[in-house]
């Protein structure tokens, strides 16, 4: 009963076994195709490498001579009982020879090896632009799916692993392909035992980074994937720590890093063994190898079928193929880690994208702001739609407020709107055009957000404010952030407009940072706005007043207002009422009070 079940585990172990030579090797390929475009720089390094191990192979059997020569000079002067003494007849030339080939094969070696770091660089420059890019096209769930430290994560230390591996261990095994192979052949001519001595260590060390390498390959992967989950806490709890503070959580986030670190340490803990064991153990087989060769090899000087230079030369042939084969081993393992961070990579660069934008695409211009929502249906997946039907026409100038409880589709509704995500069925039009047939770009440029999570990057105080308008003069910035009732708070910080912030404008309160985001929308003066709880952070006096300078904005606008203060948005020229993803309920205030639904239900509810 026991082999019956140990044989489908057995048979299953093989399956992914086989499935992850197979990824691996069509992640080599993808990865060589890419380097594809530097063949020069390749062509080049090639050159050096083959130079170079000429030069490897050939400074041996030279220096062979020369020993030979100087232990024939030495014995002729011992025999002569004369001082010895070197010469530029004798000796120096054949020396002077000798230093030149070592020091032509340092050059070499120091070309490949620069050569090899651009190539490097190169490529991982190359991947962070396309990951860059990457970045923009993804669609909106695809960052709701998954943490920012998991993306960050692949976009550094994935990346990073690849550049090391690379200008390092691929290097290091190629030069030691052209090494050990011409070694070898000089070594048989030598001596037939004493290179089969040597190959007898090489096979078993071999056959000992066969196995460690399948092993290690797995615990590669899993070290960047916990690597990447570790990012992902720390990075949700920096973001988060005031409020962790505010509900006294500090130990208990510091036990799920330590849970997360813990994880990544024993992975990691396996993966370094398994990368670093072979080569003790291959260093532990060459060595009893030299002293096996150094005994059979001194007879071999005594009986005279060997001579001094010519042993001397095989020893540098035995180390020259025994320390890369050492180094070869420990590469391996340290190639098999830099694929698994390609493979993620490369995973990240497949993902689905959102939907391409128009080859001939309609163009937006002098937009009036009519909307309209014709049988829109949406969903994350089409089998489960959270929007069924939605139909709704807005004149331009007018003002829609979306209430509604939290997970009604309200921002869904702005979402689609945006064109953040798709739509599943029907079609959304501005002025009359296909939101779908319209590049984002021009689409989203009519449009001015203010979110109630605030966003403020790091620059000066006018730059943040001219985001959406670049070539804002600093008089619009002025007036902007007047209309914004924030322009008095400005001018009392250190340097005024020219104020950098910094660290997410943490030393700003977030009523302050909220200020600063309408103001960027004031500058930008689009036709259509959004506003998703855009004062729900400010104080009582303050809402009032940027009330007010937003009523004076939103005049002859299109203007979407989430609003949970029903109070704000009593003058809207039409209430969507939305619960569980569908309009239920629209009118303007009076007429939904009168009808005594859902909405007068949640107005009476705040000013019981």
């Excluded at 030069?55 to 004369?82: E, F, G, N, R």
């Excluded at 090896?113 to 490097?120: E, G, L, Q, R």
């Excluded at 989950?229 to 973001?239: D, Q, R």
């Excluded at 730059?463 to 209309?483: F, L, M, P, Q, S």
Aim: hydrophobic share 45%; net charge neutral.
């Amino acid at each position: 009963m026991n082999t019956q079940r140990k044989k489908p585990m057995k048979n299953l172990t093989n399956t992914v076994a086989n499935h992850m030579v197979k990824e691996t090797g069509s992640t080599l390929m993808r990865l060589v195709r890419r380097l594809k475009g530097q063949r020069i720089r390749l062509s080049v390094i090639m050159a050096c490498i083959l130079i170079y191990t000429g030069l490897t192979i050939w400074t041996p059997l030279y220096s062979a001579q020369v020993v030979d020569m100087l232990w024939h000079s030495i014995q002729t002067a011992k025999a002569q009982d004369i001082p010895f003494a070197i010469t530029w007849n004798n000796m120096g030339t054949e020396l002077t020879l000798l230093s030149v080939l070592y020091a032509c094969t340092w050059l070499f070696y120091y070309l490949q090896s620069y050569i090899m770091a651009t190539v490097a660089e190169s490529l991982i420059l190359s991947l962070r632009e396309q990951v860059s890019q990457k970045l923009h096209r993804l669609p909106l769930w695809f960052y709701d799916r998954n943490k920012a430290g998991e993306i960050l994560s692949r976009v550094t230390s994935d990346l990073d692993k690849v550049s090391e591996t690379l200008q390092t261990g691929l290097l290091k095994m190629l030069v030691a392909i052209g090494t050990v192979t011409g070694s070898l052949i000089v070594m048989f001519y030598y001596s037939v035992l004493l290179t089969s001595i040597f190959l007898a260590s090489i096979v078993v060390s071999l056959l000992v980074t066969k196995a460690v390498a399948k092993q290690n390959l797995k615990y590669a992967s899993l070290r960047q994937e916990t690597l990447g989950e570790l990012t992902g806490i720390v990075e949700e709890y920096y973001t988060g720590r005031n409020v962790i503070k505010a509900y006294n959580h500090e130990d208990e986030s510091l036990e799920q890093v330590a849970a997360a670190a813990e994880k990544n340490r024993l992975v990691s803990k396996k993966a370094d063994f398994l990368t670093h064991c072979v080569s003790p153990i291959i260093r532990l087989l060459t060595r009893l190898s030299h002293v096996v060769i150094a005994v059979i090899a001194g007879k071999s000087i005594l009986t005279g079928t060997m001579s001094v230079g010519m042993v001397q030369a095989f020893f540098q042939y035995v180390n020259q193929s025994a320390e890369p084969l050492t180094e070869g081993a420990f590469m391996i393992n340290s190639l098999q880690s830099a694929l698994a961070s390609v493979k993620r990579t490369f995973d990240f660069l497949d993902s689905p994208e959102e939907v391409s934008d128009p080859l001939h695409p309609a163009l937006l211009q002098h937009t009036r702001g009519n909307v309209s929502f014709e049988h829109v249906s949406f969903g994350y997946n089409s089998d489960r739609l959270l929007m069924r039907d939605i139909s709704l026409k807005v004149q331009p100038g007018q003002k829609i407020a979306v209430v509604g409880s939290t997970g009604a589709g309200k921002t869904t509704l702005i979402n689609l709107l945006m064109r953040f995500y798709e739509v599943n069925s029907g079609i959304i039009t501005i002025d009359g055009v296909n939101a779908a047939e319209i590049t984002r770009c021009n689409l989203r440029r009519n449009f001015g957000m203010v979110l109630q999570d605030t966003w403020l990057f790091g620059g000066t105080v006018a730059e943040n404010i001219a985001y959406g308008k670049e070539d804002a003069t600093r008089e619009e910035i002025v007036a902007a952030a007047k209309a914004a009732k924030v322009d008095y708070f400005i001018r009392t910080m250190p340097q005024g407009y020219d104020t950098v912030l910094d660290n997410d404008a943490g030393n700003l309160s977030v009523g302050q940072r909220q200020l600063l985001t309408i103001a960027r929308v004031f500058l930008a003066d689009p036709p259509i706005i959004i506003l998703d709880e855009a004062t729900s952070s400010v104080d009582t006096r303050t809402e009032m007043e940027i009330g007010k300078a937003m009523k004076k904005l939103m005049k002859g606008r299109t203007s979407f207002v989430i609003a949970h203060r029903l109070s704000t948005i009593r003058d809207a020229d039409n209430i969507l009422y939305m619960e569980n993803g569908n309009i239920t309920e629209q009118g303007s205030h009076n007429e939904l009070l009168k009808q005594g639904g859902a909405y007068a239900s949640l107005y009476y509810s705040q000013f019981a």
